[in-house]
């Protein structure tokens, strides 16, 4: 299942790409920077879920909620220190927390 984790991943990195071109042009280094940050501090519990997903344990809904739950957590240092409001960087968290998501939902659901 690790294989499709990483392609999972992949999906993400690709979707945060385009959000930052779309959304957060004028802070580009410091969004990718974060949204990579937020893959590598989630990487296990979404991975754990991501599992859990694909094999029926828990539903869409489950991991969805399971992935809100790392919002707050989720450091956006390098966007505050670019100095983004914090209505943008809420706004980047719940972009991130939806291509998550995304991404899982593609790999894993039939």
């Known amino acids: 299942m690790k294989v499709h984790f990483e392609r999972c991943a992949e999906s993400f990195t690709f979707g945060l ?27 296990d519990q979404m991975e754990t879920w991501a ?23 989720a450091a956006m240092e390098s966007l505050k220190a670019a100095g983004l409001s914090s209505v943008r960087i809420q706004q980047f968290r719940g972009r991130l927390i939806g291509l998550a998501c995304s991404s899982a939902k593609k790999m894993f659901v039939v």
Request: proline share 0%; charged share 30%.
């Open 17 to 43: 790409k385009d959000i930052v071109t779309a959304e957060f042009k004028d802070v580009a280094v410091e969004a990718i920077a974060a949204g990579t940050s937020f893959l590598e501090f989630s990487r």
């Open 51 to 73: 599992l859990q997903l694909s094999v029926g344990e828990i539903s869409q809904k489950d991991f969805e909620w399971n992935m809100a739950s790392l919002r707050d957590l």
